[in-house]
Structures are given as C-alpha cells and as structure tokens.
C-alpha cells in the first residue's frame, strides 16, 4: 500500500469526525481539560466589542496557544459568555440530575501572536448555545423559537456594548 491512499483514508476519517462532532456540545465546562479553558472573571471587554482583543498571559496561555495549534483540525476554540450554571432534571442515565455550566452564547476565537498572544473573536458571528437550550427548554417548544432566540442574543450584546458597557462575566476560551 502506498502512502497516498492512507493519506486519503486518514483525511475521509477527520472529516466523518468533524461531521460527528459538529454540533458543539458545551453544557458543562467544568469537565473541560483545565489546560484548556481560561476564565475571565472580571469585565467582558471582547464580546461587548469594547476591544478588538484581549491580551492572553502566562502559562495557560502558552498551553492553549500549543494545543490549538496541535488540534486545529479537531477542535475548535471558542468564546463563550452569559454563563448558565445549575442542574436540570433528565430521563435515564445514572442520575436523575444533570450539571450545568454553560455559556448560552458562544463566538469562534482566534489566538494572534504578536509580541504576546492575543484572544480575537468576531462580534459578528454571534452563535448559540443550541445543546444547552435543549436541554433547557420543554421538547414542544417550536424551533423557530429558537431561531428567534439567537436575533434577541444579538440585540443583546449591542445593548450591553451601550448603557451596560462590558458588565458580562465569566467568559473563556477553550481548544
């Protein structure tokens, strides 16, 4: 066998994996690789558009840096804000209750290496959390609902980029 065609299989086998896996599944980042997730715990200076980025220090960073280059193509790094922590009651598994701590709206991120490394994200591309709502809403709740739910997100962040200017905490990055 030569090695082109292992190239082709193991290629054709990264894009089932990303066609698996699309759907981004964050309802509990606490079990998240801590070498892999950054909190900001003070104002949120990036999805309220107050910075184009944000300055990323020490170790972690470096970690994170290494491991979303190292990952690029099965993982993707996020920024997630607006965080929804409690627990919800589910049918089946081994408990009757699930944990939550969850970002209910999420942008793609970027790491830029200057003299430092910098998070950016696309104010833009604003997405929803659309596992945890889910999980949060009653199964006969219309889909267009949702749809509409992302439209209010949007109108949101503008609200909190004005009068509010920043005041959302518990933001992170995650590869």
Not at 27 to 54: M, Q, W, Y
Not at 58 to 76: F, H, I, M, N, P
Not at 120 to 142: G, K
Request: a neutral charge.
């Amino acid at each position: 066998m030569t090695i082109e065609p292992v190239e082709k299989y193991i290629e054709y086998f990264r894009r089932c994996y990303r066609a698996d896996s699309s759907d981004l599944s964050l309802t509990n980042i606490t079990k998240v690789r801590k070498d892999r997730l950054i909190h900001f715990s003070e104002r949120d200076f990036l999805a309220c558009g107050e910075l184009p980025r944000t300055p990323l220090v020490g170790e972690k960073a470096q970690s994170l840096l290494e491991q979303s280059d190292t990952y690029r193509r099965e993982r993707r790094l996020v920024y997630g804000c607006l965080m929804i922590t409690g627990t919800v009651d589910q049918a089946g598994g081994f408990s009757n209750r699930r944990k939550i701590f969850s970002p209910l709206i999420y942008f793609p991120a970027n790491l830029i290496v200057e003299e430092d490394i910098y998070l950016d994200i696309d104010t833009t591309d604003i997405r929803a959390n659309l596992a945890l709502l889910r999980l949060l809403l009653r199964p006969e709740f219309e889909a267009s609902a949702v749809d509409s739910f992302l439209v209010w997100c949007k109108v949101l962040i503008v609200y909190i980029s004005g009068p509010l200017s920043g005041q959302m905490q518990g933001a992170f990055a995650l590869a």
